[in-house]
């Protein structure tokens, strides 16, 4: 299998073999990914998705044919519980007790900063939606990760608000770990110098239930809009309901890559209009994303959503790469292979930079009847 399969299989019907698959040979060992996520705890939902995109990838390929002349791929998860201790635990058991091939993991920043250097020059690591530019700046030879630096996506993000929106003001709710306090840093700076005053920020803590108190210090600041930086959709959910019991009046926006259909769902009319960047959406005009989300509508409970979607790429680049290297286990010719030229994925056509850092299509979006759709820029 080439690395034509990317692209091709999905968006020529391939997969629509799924309970009539191709034979493979039963005699070949499987190739193991350790998927780690967080499966419990405030990020369980998301993390439970993520997993759920990549079970669904890797029964695609095993239904067209498997990796490597017919040998399947076997996930084994790990719980992470968005805590880097766990994370770091999850990577030494998946390398050390279970010997997996390759790993994917690193939904939270704070997890994969500390979980790249257990795996550094071990083993093929695929970071999935961790935006700290130090998981790429200071990773290894072996480190891909999928979702942009936080600096890139708040970049064409920022672009957006100052040029469309054209607030006066704004204020930030930001969860207080890596991630939310460089999301602070980078858009506090870009939307300063296009003239909006950022007048302050709210932190939470991940295990914070209420935000009622810091929502009323938000609301009496008199912004034009309040940013919310969160990677929990439970929390997030509370957040936007509160702010919208509130009667704040402003805007709200959510930080990039943080609008799913269960935080509409949890959330309900407190984001009827809310904007937000992701690399993902049901609506993609793209032939192979728009496969996946027909099959994955068919196969799941719930919505083709980015964090399905990123983990399903994770699985799909490393079957590609690995079909070109001839071996799981031949991380020196995996890591060229995934430099060496574009890949077609159910994302669209991505790229790696020489510290393994992805660059992909990223798009604006915007909840509108309750429904996450594409918009124009």
Not at 228 to 251: C, D, E
């Amino acid at each position: 299998m080439t690395r034509r399969y990317l692209g091709a299989a999905l968006a020529a019907g391939l997969l629509t073999a799924i309970t009539g698959s191709t034979a493979i040979a039963q005699d070949k060992p499987p190739v193991v990914i350790g998927a780690i996520a967080p499966l419990t705890g405030p990020g369980a939902y998301d993390g439970q998705l993520t997993v759920e995109g990549m079970e669904l990838m890797a029964r695609l390929i095993n239904d067209a044919g498997g990796v490597l002349g017919g040998r399947k791929i076997k996930l084994l998860t790990y719980d992470d519980q968005g805590l880097p201790a766990e994370g770091n635990s999850a990577a030494k058991r998946a390398i050390e007790l279970d010997h997996v091939d390759l790993l994917i993991g690193g939904q939270y920043s704070a997890v994969a900063l500390s979980m790249k250097e257990v795996t550094r020059d071990k083993i093929i690591t695929m970071i999935t939606t961790a935006q700290h530019p130090d998981v790429t700046n200071q990773g290894h030879k072996y480190l891909f990760r999928l979702s942009p630096q936080s600096i890139a996506m708040a970049g064409m993000y920022a672009n957006f608000i100052c040029t469309k929106m054209k607030f006066k003001s704004i204020a930030f709710f930001t969860v207080n770990d890596d991630y939310g306090r460089v999301e602070d840093t980078n858009y506090r700076r870009l939307l300063t110098d296009c003239g909006i005053e950022v007048k302050n920020t709210e932190y939470y803590n991940h295990e914070q239930t209420d935000f009622s108190v810091a929502v009323t210090t938000l609301k009496s600041l008199n912004t034009d809009a309040i940013k919310i930086t969160a990677n929990s959709m439970a929390q997030a959910g509370s957040i936007y309901r509160t702010i919208k019991q509130s009667g704040y009046k402003g805007k709200v926006i959510a930080s990039a890559v943080a609008m799913t259909p269960k935080l509409i769902e949890l959330a309900g009319a407190s984001v009827e209009g809310v904007y937000s960047a992701s690399l993902f959406t049901a609506d993609s005009p793209n032939p192979s994303s728009q496969a996946w989300v027909k099959l994955y509508a068919a196969a799941s409970k719930n919505e083709p959503n980015f964090n399905g979607a990123i983990g399903a790429e994770a699985v799909q680049l490393l079957a590609g790469a690995m079909n070109e290297a001839g071996d799981p286990r031949a991380y020196d010719k995996i890591a060229a292979a995934l430099h060496a030229h574009a890949w077609p994925t159910l994302l669209g056509d991505i790229t790696f930079d020489d510290k393994g850092q992805a660059n992909q299509n990223v798009f604006l979006i915007q909840v509108q009847k309750g429904r996450i759709v594409r918009v124009a820029e």
